[in-house]
């Protein structure tokens, strides 16, 4: 069987023009590349040899450090509660200035921090704290050392 | 020559990462460059967007599961760093990306590290009328003969869609350079 008689017989067809079109489209682009191969760009000198990136130290966030700042974010923010709780629960006296030293001593004498801590956080996120096994007095210390009342006050 | 696999095995042990991203850096460093370069036009952006994507690699081999090649994922962390750049950049300035677009033309004239004819500005003012999708297509199909199979993965589009594209944006830049 001749090559033309097996051409005939098969039942595939193109899009109209298909050929046409293809023929067309390739020698755009030739016509086009043999105008322009290139795109006229150029570094500086050497630039590429000497390319190289300062790596990222692969800083291990190790599950105690995450979880202690989890912790001290959980800190931080019962801290502003306590303050926030603390001037709205205060006595407003025209004219009168609480010094900073006295809000501390406050916070650390004179307010009842189990019944503060209960007021401020829900069961779930005592719970939560409580698995670390912290105690208030502990709390308290990191608040007093990881945190000054200036900043926590404007946050 | 390293073959990928290896290269891949050794970037996910800390032990031997850092040599192994060296490698990395050696062998994608200059086609990168050039891919990026095109995009954001000058060399300073592209410089930065490099920096970026190695960066971005380092970071997050640990997520390449192997699904593609290592050369399409760093192609197409390269092409979204070079695209967030640009985005970045025409908001910093308070001006549109087409605007953005326009000023780093304009700039390529006086650009030292552009020393392309007449023909070749001409063909970056075609190139930078196109749509983003039509711009990528155009340079990695007519610069870099990257295979469709290949810029399918980069791009995530469908390679008859890029196909199709890459047609039109010919057809376009000829009618650019006939006109101008």
Known sequence: MSLN??????????????????????????????????????TPEGYLNNFNVSIPKTSKVTNSRKLNKKYSFYLSGIAAVLILLFMFSMPKKDNEKIS???LENYLLNEVDQSEL????????????LSMFNFSYSEIESFILQNASVETLLID | MQNEAKLLSQLKFDDSKE??????????????????????????DADDVLQNTFVKVFKNIDKFNGDSKLYTWMYRIATNESITFLNSKARRNKVSNETLNE?????????????????QLKLQKAIAQLPRI???????????????????????????????????AVKKIKTYLIDH
């Open chain 2, 134 to 168: 039509q711009q990528l297509v155009f340079n990695m199909r007519y610069f870099d003969n990257i295979k469709y199979r290949d810029m399918s993965v980069i791009l995530e589009t469908s390679e008859g869609a890029l196909k199709a594209s890459y047609h039109i």
């Open chain 2, 103 to 119: 000023n780093a033309l304009q700039n390529l004239v006086t650009d030292v590290y552009f020393d392309g004819d007449e023909i």
């Open chain 2, 19 to 44: 040599l192994a991203f060296k490698t990395l850096i050696k062998r994608y460093k200059e086609n990168l460059y050039w891919h990026i370069r095109k995009i954001v036009i000058s060399h300073d």
């Open chain 1, 117 to 128: 801590l209960s007021n401020i956080l829900t069961m779930d996120e005592l719970n939560d």
């Open chain 1, 100 to 102: 900073l030293e006295s």
């Open chain 1, 5 to 42: 008689k097996i051409y005939k017989k098969i039942p595939f067809k193109v899009p109209k023009d298909y050929f046409e079109s293809f023929y067309a489209d390739f020698f755009i682009e030739q016509e086009l590349k043999n105008k322009v191969q290139k795109t006229g760009f150029k």
